[in-house]
C-alpha cells in the first residue's frame, strides 16, 4: 500500500512568467514506482498549486505580490485551497492537496484518503509560518537549509503523520526543540 | 561539515538521476547518523542524503541496536524510504513494537515511536502480527483513556540549581480555562506535559488510521494475545461500564475506549476556546471524532444506538453556527450509513445540509469541496428520484459558480447522476446560466454586506442602473430568485424572465471570477450532452433542439463564451439530428424559421451553419416517411431566399462579411434538397451558375480572401456537375439509412467534398485517370 505522503514544496514564483521549481520536498515512504517518476510527481504537484493560486489570486481580484510582513504573521488571509489528483494522474491512487502561497512560495500537504483535511489545512498553515520564519529571505534559501524543513517536519509532522496539537503542546514541543538545540 | 553536507544533499536532490556515491562515503554517514554525540542538525543532514538516495546500496543500518528512541525514529526514516521490501518494513515494525512494549531505558521516550509505527502500517499493514497488533491495541487503550490530568512537571534546566520541592503541577484544563472535568484528551491543555499525555495525543492522531487497518474482523489465531475470561457469544450483553471492559479482548476494548473518547471530544467542543488556533483545533477534532464513530459502528454495529442519539443532539447543537458547517458532513454520512438502522428521522437534518449550507456558504472553499466530495462519495443518493438531494442540485451548482478551477473536475463526475429525463431540461438551462449565477451569487454577497438603511426595496418604476440596485428592485426580484433557487423549480418560461436582469449582469462578465465559471461550462455541456443521449427518448430530444435555437441568443455576454458555447451547440446539435433524424421533420416550424433568419448567420454562425447542414441531409423520405414533397419545398426556398440575400451585390453598399462556410453548406443543402424534388433542379442550377460572377465582383474580392472564393466557386461547379447527373445526385445525397452511418456522417464539411470530387472526376475525365 501507498505510505502517507506530505510533500512541502515551495515553489516559485506564484504569479508570473518562469517555470516553477520544487524547492523542499518530503515523502514518507518509498517512491513505488522510482526516484525519477517521484520527482516528476512532486513537478506535476507544483504545477498544479501554481496554477490553482494564480486562478484563485485573479479571482478575489488580490494584488499578485504582497509584501511579507516583518513579523512571522500566521498566514490567515494567505491565499490558499483544496484541490484533488485523480488516479493515476500523477499518483496511483487519488490524492487531495491542500496549498497555502505566501509572497514568492507556496506550500502544499498531499493527503490520501481518509485524512482529516480540516487538521491538514491548520497542520499547513502552521508548517508554513514556521518554516516562513526560519527561512529569510523565504524562496531558494530552502535549497542549502533542507536540515531546517527537516527540523520541523520531524517535530510538527513526525513521518508524515498529522498531529491533533493544541497551542500548549506546539509550545511544549517547541521548549523541547529549543532545549534540544542549546545543549 | 554542515556546510558540505548540505550542498552534497543540494547536488543528490537536484540530480534527475540517481547519484552513486562512494561507498566509504555511505557508510561514514551512516556511522556518523549513529553517533552518540553527533549535533542534531548533522544527524538530520545524513538522513537526508541517505533518503535521497534511496534506494542505497550499501546501507547497513539496522533500528536493532539503536535504544534512543530519537535515533531510533530518524533511522527508522531512511529505512522506510529505502522500497518496497516489505521484510524492512517489517523489521522497523518489529522493533517498534518490541520498544513499546518493554521498559524504555532511562530519559528515554516512547513519543518518538508511534509515527514511525503509523507509518509502517500505512507501507505494510501486514507488517505486524496478530499478537502485536493486539499488544498494541491494548496500549492505545490505556493511553487514550487513562492518561494523567495532572499537568507534567518542567524539566529541570541543565546549569540551574534545581529545587528539591518542586512545586505540584495542577491539573489540565479545558480549552477554556476550566478545571478539566473527566480524562485527558488532545483537548486538554497543561504548560506541561507527562510521558503518557504525550502518547494520549499521539494515540488519537493515529487512531482512525489503525481502526480502518486493524479494527475490521479479527481473525481467529490460536495464539491471539489477551485470552479473555468471556465467552464470545456473550460479548453483546456485557455492559461496557469500564470494570468489565478490562475482560474485553484488546480490540474490543479500545473500540470502546476510542468511542468514549470521542464523547468526551464532541463534548469539549461546546466550550469557547480563549485561543483562535485552539478554535480551530476543536473543528478538526470534532470532525474527527464524528468519523472515528462512524468507522467503530461499522464495525460494531451495537454502538449505533448510543452514537445516533449523542450525534442527533450534537447536531442540533451546532447546525445554526456557520463555523462549524464543516461537522455537518460526517455527521450526515454517520446518518446515511447507520440512521436506518437507528431508527431516527435524518430528513431535517440532509434537508438542511442540502438547503441551507450552499446558500449561505458556498464562498467558503473548503467547505464547497468536502461537500462535493461528500456527494461524489454518495452519489447513489442522487439518483433516487424523490430524494431530498436531487431536488436541491441548483443548489450545488453554487459552490461550482463561486470556486470553479477546483471543483470542476470533481462537478465532471457528480453531472452524471444529476441527470434524467426529469431534470435534463433544468441542468441545461442551468449550465447555460452558470456564469450568471456567480454574478448574481456576487451582488448577493455585496448587498448582505450593506447596512441594512441601504437594503430596502427600491422604486419599481426607476429603472436599475447598476446590479446592487436591481437586486433591490421588485421586478427583478424574481429573475434573481430564480437564478438563486436552491430547488427544481423547471419550465423554460421561468428561464425568459433572465432576459433583462443577465442583461444588467453583463456589468459583471469581465470580472475573472465569471469568467473561471464560463470556462467550466463547455465541458460541462459536453458531457450533458454524451449522458442524455444515453436515455434522452423522442420527446426530450425536440425538447433540445428546440431550446438549443431559443437559447442560442440568450446567452451571457461574455465573447469567448458564447463562442464556445455556440460552438459545442452546434456539434450536440448534429448529434441529436443523427440519434433521431425524423427531428427535421418533426421540428421542421421552428427550423424553418431559424433557418430562414439571415441575421442569425452573423450572430451564430456555427449553429446556423450546422441546422442548415442537417435539413440538407435529413429532410429526406430515407429518415421520414412523412417527409412531403410541400416540406422538402417550403425548405427549399426559405433556404434559397436566405441564400440570395446573402449573395446579393450591391454596388453602394458595402458587402457584409458572411462566413464562406455558410454560403457552401446552403448552396450544398439547397442541392441535396432539389435532387430529392427533381423540379427544383432548374432553379438550383441557375443559382449555382452565379456564383461565378457574385465571386469575381469587386465588392467580393475585397471582402473574401482567394482561398475563400475559391472553395465557394469550386463547390458550386461540383454541385452543378452533380445535378447534370441527376440519378447520381440523388444516390449520393439520399444514400440509404446504414449507409448514412458509416463512412459519410463524419465532418460537415470533411466527406461530402470529398465524394463530390470524386464524382466530379468522373464526369470530367482527367488524362490517365481510371475510375475504379
Known sequence: ?183 | AVDCLQRLHLVLAASKSPRRLDARLVELLQAVLCSPKCPEQIQLLCAAILREMAPCDGLRLSCHRIHDTKLLSLVSSVLLAQGEEKAAVSAVGQRVVKALEGRLPEGQSSRYLLPVLSNVISLSPEALTEEQINVVSKKMADWLRYASTQQGVAQPSGGFFSNPRTRQPGPVTEVDGAIATDFFTVLSLGQHYTEDQWLNMQTFSMLRKWLLCYGGKEMNTPNSGDKSEMDRSAMSVVSTSSTSSRLLPPRERLREKAFEYCQRLIEQSNRQALKKADGDLQKACLIEAVTIMDIICKQDSSYVYRAASFLKILHGRINGDATYARALLPIAQFFLNHGEMAAVDCDAIYKHLFTDIPAQLFHNSSLAFEFVLFCKDNSRLFTETSSIFRQRFPNLFKFLAWNSPPLIAEFVDILPFLLDVGTAIEIFHLLLDLPCLTAALDVQMRSSSLPSAERAACDPAVKPATCLEAFRNPLYRSAFQYLLRHAFISSFLTARRLIPLRQLLGSLASSPRVMQCADTVPVLLELFFSVVAEFADASLINQLVVLVLQRSDQLYEIPAFKDDVHRVLSSQLVMLCKLRPALVVELSKELLEFSGTVSNIQNKEPIFTHVVWAIGEYMSVSYDKRCTVEQINRFFETLEAVLFEVTQVRPQASVPNYAPRAITVLMTALTKLAARSQDLIPRVSLFLSKMRTFVQSPAVTSVYCEEDREEILTRATELMNLLKMPSVAQFVFTPSVDVAHTRFQKEVNDTLPSALRIVTRLLEPAPGFVPG
Not at chain 1, 498549486?49 to 489570486?57: I, K, N, T, W
Not at chain 1, 488516479?87 to 496549498?99: E, K, L, Q
Open chain 1, 1 to 183: 500500500g501507498a505510505g502517507l505522503r506530505a510533500a512541502v514544496p515551495g515553489r516559485t514564483p506564484p504569479v508570473g512568467p518562469g517555470p516553477c521549481r520544487v524547492l523542499y520536498a518530503r515523502c514518507f515512504g518509498p517512491p513505488p514506482q522510482g526516484r525519477l517518476l517521484r520527482k516528476e510527481q512532486l513537478l506535476a504537484v507544483a504545477r498544479q498549486v501554481a496554477s490553482h493560486c494564480h486562478l484563485q489570486q485573479a479571482s478575489s481580484g488580490r494584488p499578485a505580490a504582497l509584501t511579507l510582513p516583518e513579523d512571522p504573521a500566521p498566514l490567515h488571509t494567505a491565499p490558499g485551497g483544496l484541490f484533488q489528483l485523480p488516479p493515476g494522474d500523477p499518483f496511483p491512487g487519488r490524492v487531495t492537496v491542500t496549498w497555502l502561497a505566501a509572497t514568492a512560495v507556496a506550500f502544499a500537504l498531499v493527503c490520501e484518503p481518509h485524512e482529516n483535511l480540516a487538521l491538514a489545512e491548520v497542520a499547513l498553515r502552521l508548517l508554513a509560518t514556521r518554516l516562513m520564519a526560519v527561512l529569510r529571505p523565504p524562496g531558494p534559501a530552502v535549497l542549502l537549509r533542507p536540515d531546517a524543513a527537516d527540523l520541523l517536519l520531524d517535530r510538527l509532522l513526525p513521518h508524515g503523520q498529522l498531529l491533533f496539537l493544541s497551542q500548549n503542546f506546539l509550545q511544549a514541543l517547541e521548549r523541547d526543540g529549543a532545549r534540544r538545540a542549546a545543549r
